[in-house]
């Protein structure tokens, strides 16, 4: 029983520092010399050619063009 109690808790443990790590901000710099802060990794749409992101300061989703993104990373929190 203990085997399958201390199993239980890596998963969960796993699972946690997954979910963690996906939710950091990004930094998208665009060609016109601004700097977005995102809540969490822009998802990118390659039908359409836009980039949507949940906006830090203003906790708004909002879409940009990304022909207009110079480049995206990560930030260290």
Same mark, same amino acid.
């Given at each position: 029983? %203990?085997?399958?109690?201390?199993? =239980? *808790?890596?998963?969960? =443990?796993? =699972?946690?520092?997954?979910?963690?790590?996906? &939710? &950091?901000?990004?930094?998208?710099?665009? *060609?016109?010399?601004? /700097?977005?802060? /995102?809540?969490?990794?822009? #998802?990118?749409?390659?039908? *359409?050619?836009?980039? &949507?992101?949940?906006?830090? %300061? *203003?906790?708004? /989703? %909002? #879409?940009?063009?990304?022909? #207009?993104?110079?480049?995206? &990373? %990560?930030?260290?929190?």
């Amino acid at each position: 029983m %203990e085997k399958h109690l201390l199993l =239980a *808790t890596a998963f969960a =443990a796993a =699972a946690l520092f997954t979910v963690a790590g996906c &939710s &950091s901000d990004q930094a998208v710099r665009t *060609t016109d010399g601004k /700097t977005i802060v /995102t809540d969490g990794k822009p #998802q990118v749409d390659d039908d *359409t050619g836009m980039v &949507s992101y949940k906006n830090a %300061e *203003t906790g708004r /989703t %909002e #879409q940009i063009n990304r022909d #207009q993104l110079k480049n995206m &990373s %990560e930030l260290d929190n």
